[in-house]
């Protein structure tokens, strides 16, 4: 016997489309915003309000507490300073997990790379808040193409040099 769930609101669909001259037909993003009065920019601006929420608020650095919240965009953005400031911790870390790839064997290793890269990271957006932030945020709205953000980049690495 091979039992085929049935998605949510079919019956509903099928049954709305008995009781209709036309069947219902899904609409694509397009289609809705094509019949939409709204100006082009309000269209846009209502899109990713409802459908993304604030980039703002989605590409925090920082917590309420203030300690670093290690999102994909901040972690990228963030990857020189890391790479430099913690090559000896990483190192270690690796080097443990190759001789060993039992994870309990490393735990203590890990822990040290991971307590670097935080301490990195609440450096940078202490000394450098706003060109941090900025990047950051070019960052998560591109989805990391760094290509895109050369710009923020630039600002950010002038603010807080590699040492």
Do not use: W
């Amino acid at each position: 016997m091979n039992y085929q769930p049935t998605p949510p609101f079919t019956s509903v669909q099928k049954s709305l489309n008995s009781s209709l001259s036309s069947p219902l037909q899904p609409y694509s993003l397009s289609q809705c915003l094509s019949e939409n009065p709204l100006l082009d920019q309000e269209r846009s601006d209502l899109f990713f309000y409802f459908f993304l929420g604030s980039v703002a608020e989605m590409a925090k650095v920082v917590d309420a507490t203030g300690e670093p919240i290690p999102t994909s965009s901040v972690l990228m953005s963030s990857a020189k300073h890391i790479e430099i400031k913690c090559m000896s911790e990483n190192v270690e870390f690796l080097k443990c997990k190759k001789k060993d790839p039992n994870p309990e064997k490393c735990l203590d290793k890990g822990r040290q790379a991971t307590r670097c890269a935080l301490g990195v990271l609440k450096d940078l957006y202490q000394r450098c808040k706003d060109p941090m932030e900025a990047y950051v945020g070019c960052m998560y709205y591109y989805t990391n193409e760094f290509d895109l953000c050369r710009k923020e980049q630039q600002a950010f690495e002038k603010a807080c040099p590699l040492d």
